[in-house]
Nanobody, 115 residues
Framework: QVQLVESGGGLVQPGGSLRLSCAAG????????MAWYRQAPGDQRELVAT???????NYTDSVKGRFTISRDNAKKSAYLQMNSLKPEDTSVYYC?????????WGQGTQVTVSS
């Protein structure tokens, strides 16, 4: 079992920025593939960005060029830098950790983009 704790969500105006953090409670964080998902009310959960244990990143088309996923293995943390935020980015954002067929989820952090 891996405990994941997200932070950094909040209310931001359109065009603004937020940085989400995900702290992982495992000594072997560097072996996990990390990802960020989001889910808005009434919508299906959506994969936003992934970063492999080796640092390879991928993004869903709607956030390419605006969001950046990163990781700091020494701090056992993953991050999602979100720039040029739009109202449609409003969701609960979840961090996940994957390894050997097991996936662990954080509790989520709310991001609201509104003027």
């Amino acid at each position: 079992q891996v405990q994941l704790v997200e932070s950094g969500g909040g209310l931001v105006q359109p065009g603004g920025s937020l940085r989400l953090s995900c702290a992982a409670g495992t000594r072997i964080f560097n072996f996990y593939n990390m990802a960020w998902y989001r889910q808005a009310p009434g919508d299906q959960r959506e994969l936003v960005a992934t970063i492999s244990s080796g640092g390879t990143t991928n993004y869903t088309d709607s956030v390419k060029g605006r969001f950046t996923i990163s990781r700091d293995n020494a701090k056992k943390s993953a991050y999602l830098q979100m720039n040029s935020l739009k109202p449609e980015d409003t969701s609960v954002y979840y961090c996940t950790a994957d390894r050997r067929g097991s996936r662990f989820w954080g509790q989520g952090t709310q991001v609201t983009v509104s003027s």
